[in-house]
């Protein structure tokens, strides 16, 4: 039977839902979305920040949806809900119940039994058609709510025509997001549902902070209504244009069938074999997170040319643009795995971002839709650089440089661009705690991120400019105590923090410890391994972050947050998986005289956090980069320094997996039983490095042979380490 299902119906979307506040497995939504598609949808149980929670027993509607996280919040957002007869508008009052048996989601749409109705919901890029199975003799209606911040729904002959300005922030003064509905049957009235317990009808069109309108539909003489939803960003007109090109006069079947096809080919850029049930339900959706964010923002217009409103400057302007993304968390996993299996979608992703900068003067750092104060550094410099390094240059490189240089040097007073305490950084060479908060956090990725722009510039020649943030890359040395043995707290005065504890979370550090921070030098793993006393001495240091007891104290936060709790129950020590900045830790084994933990912990993580259930992910999923770790951990590749074509050689978890890749299809087959690497080979040749460079996986074919003992032989030469901005120790 597996042999005739194809890769969407392993797509399970409703891992990582059974989630809340107070602990995340995942803190997602089953979406029903196009690749990077800029409307989506889902069921909505909760009205404000988790918008979907598998434990919730009431559905209250179809959401068009843009939320990237419940953390950032929602925006554009409508709710859709059929009823018959009057309903409250509250959105708790008018709640179905439900059970998991009455729905179905998938990649292609969603399906739930609510209160004798059907809904169906399925996506196109900027568009969904919504299907409606009603009760013969019904009194059917369809509420619309625009939720807060502003709205309209009105008639426009045969059409309803509105917009919200529901929004969490992140967008300029002319936001609005567009609607435009058209329906299978007649829509004889138009009433409003948000005055009291009973619909008044007869009107026209409805304005105000919010809105619940009713649309009355006359399904007298067929109990399936079909509305085909068109979306834009920037005018309604817009939304009539995306609807006819995208859906037309297509049904709601034909829809379907083409998100299923478009996800199927997108899926099956990776082909794997020899693996459970579970483990290729777990692979193929975390491959399918990997690719909905972040979200495309542009429309084409009626000659096809490429519009977007800019939620940076306002207006329209040309060209591509994408939102929703956190590169804090997306640069690690994410754009990576994009290098290997949609070069040329990074390539639009990048002009975007140059867009960005063109238009709003800085890179974002997180953005949904525009800049948002969330999380630290400036790491759209990772992406750009990793992108340039791996050839992916069909953007204006010499505009994202000045964007990166920009970043890196001109303090900022605005939260949501720039570094904060950049002054302090560029003078002391780190950020000190008794000014700023999570200092040294901040001294680390600005570090990192300084050796991101060194690359850029290397890559366009500019060798002054390199050799300059190659220098300031060193700081994460200034941070560093070796008297503890960690990466600590520093004062202005060039004093350590006092209180040293290294299971203290907060304070110098943003959502976790010393344990957690002292591993972010990603791009000079061996003048970390010097730090900290030789090769031996940091794979000693490495079985400390997994063998220390998984304690902690909660420090400046003052309660116990998410993240902690995740933590004690991964029972994997100090290593907190659920969050990001330890995630490429493990793999800092390669540059020890130990390169086979690697391959150890790197199975134990994806056997341990991973599964295919509602509780499946392991913390916050973060517009897919928990997912993309899996996804290149169980390839057996992952990119420890994303700026740097260097691929780290890890414990591939299939028997055989194929990328394939516009530059030429890669071929990883292993072979044995166990997590630890015996050899490697590159088509046919012996490989004794543990790590690969990007150009050479083009076309190529990796055969690891895999063992249940390590082989303490293989990768642990120093020829054989990846390379390091630093020297290797002895």
Not at 115 to 121: A, K, S, T
Not at 527 to 534: H, I, P, T, V
Request: hydrophobic residues 40%; glycine residues 10%; negative net charge.
């Amino acid at each position: 039977m597996s042999e005739r299902r194809t890769p969407t119906d392993w797509v399970d979307p409703l891992i990582g839902t059974d989630s809340s506040y107070e602990f995340s497995n995942g803190n997602t939504y089953p979406v029903v979305a196009m690749p990077w598609g800029m409307a989506a949808w889902t069921p909505q149980t909760q009205d404000d920040g988790w918008t979907y929670r598998y434990r919730d027993r009431a559905i209250q509607g179809i959401r068009l949806t843009h939320q990237p996280s419940p953390w950032i919040g929602d925006y554009g957002r409508l709710t859709f809900f059929p009823a018959t007869g009057d309903v409250p508008a509250d959105p708790v009052a008018r709640a179905v119940p439900f059970t998991h048996g009455q729905e179905r989601a998938r990649p292609d749409g969603y399906r739930v039994d609510l209160g004798g109705i059907r809904v169906e919901v399925a996506p196109t890029e900027r568009c969904g058609v919504l299907r409606l199975t009603v009760p013969a003799g019904a009194d059917t209606r369809l509420l619309i709510d625009t939720h807060r911040d502003g709205g309209e729904i009105r008639r426009d002959g045969d059409r309803i025509v509105g917009f919200t300005r529901s929004n969490s922030g992140g967008v300029s003064d002319d936001f609005a997001h567009h609607v435009v509905i058209e329906a299978s049957v007649p829509i004889p009235d138009l009433g409003d549902a948000l005055g009291g317990p009973r619909t008044t009808w007869g009107h026209q069109a409805l304005a105000g902070d919010r809105v619940v309108a009713a649309l009355r539909l006359d399904t007298s003489a067929s109990r399936s209504v079909e509305l085909r939803i068109g979306t834009s960003f920037i005018s309604a007109e817009q939304a009539a244009l995306n609807l006819e090109r995208e859906v037309g006069t297509l049904g709601f079947d034909a829809v379907q069938r083409i998100a299923r096809d478009t996800w199927d080919a997108h899926l099956a850029r990776i082909e794997i074999e020899g693996t459970t049930d579970a483990q290729r339900t777990t692979f193929t959706t975390a491959l399918w997170r990997s690719m909905l964010f972040p979200r495309m923002l542009h429309e084409p217009d009626a000659s096809g040319a490429l519009r977007h409103w800019s939620p940076f400057a306002g207006g329209v302007h040309d060209g591509e643009l994408y939102t929703d993304n956190g590169f804090w968390d997306t640069y690690r996993t994410v754009y990576p795995l994009l290098s290997l299996i949609a070069p040329d979608r990074y390539q639009s992703i990048l002009r975007g971002l140059v867009n960005i900068y063109r238009e709003g003067g800085w890179l974002p750092k997180w953005m949904s839709p525009g800049y948002r104060d969330c999380m630290i550094g400036t790491h759209a410099a990772a992406v750009i650089a990793d992108g340039a390094a791996k050839g992916l240059t069909d953007f204006d490189v010499e505009t994202a440089f000045e964007a990166v240089v920009r970043d890196a040097t001109v303090a900022s007073r605005q939260g949501g661009v720039g570094r904060r305490g950049l002054e302090r950084y560029a003078s002391l060479g780190y950020v000190p705690c008794d000014e700023v908060g999570e200092a040294t956090s901040r001294t680390l990725e600005f570090a990192y991120s300084d050796w991101c722009v060194a690359r850029l510039a290397e890559s366009l020649g500019k060798s002054e400019e390199a050799a300059r943030f190659d220098a300031r890359s060193l700081n994460y040395r200034n941070v560093f105590d070796a008297e503890v043995g960690f990466m600590r707290g520093r004062r202005a005065d060039g004093t350590w923090l006092p209180g040293f504890d290294p299971v203290e979370w907060g304070g110098p550090f943003t959502e976790g410890s010393a344990w957690h921070f002292t591993w972010s030098v990603p791009h000079d793993p061996a003048g970390l391994a010097a730090l900290l006393g030789g090769r031996e001495a940091m794979g000693q240091k490495l079985d400390g972050v997994f063998e220390t007891p998984g304690e902690f104290r909660v420090g400046s936060y003052g309660f116990v947050i998410h993240e902690m709790a995740e933590m004690v129950r991964g029972q994997m020590g100090q290593y907190a998986h659920c969050n990001q900045p330890i995630h490429h830790a493990l793999y800092l084994y390669a540059w020890t005289d130990r390169p086979w933990e690697a391959q150890r912990r790197a199975r134990e993580v994806m056997d341990r956090m991973y599964h295919a259930a509602p509780d499946g992910l392991p913390g916050d999923e973060d517009n897919g980069e928990m997912s993309a770790w899996y996804v290149l951990s169980a390839l057996g590749l992952f990119s420890v320094a994303p700026g740097a074509p260097v691929w780290v050689l890890g414990s591939p978890l299939f028997d055989r997996a194929v990328v394939h890749s516009p530059a030429g299809d890669l071929t990883i087959e292993a072979t044995g039983s166990g997590p630890f690497v015996q050899a490697v080979a590159r088509d046919g040749v012996p490989h004794a490095a543990t790590w690969i460079d990007h150009s050479a996986l083009a076309g190529a074919s990796l055969q690891f042979e895999m063992g249940t003992e390590p082989n303490r032989q293989w990768g642990v030469r120093p020829d054989a380490v990846p390379s390091s901005l630093s020297p290797l120790p002895a």
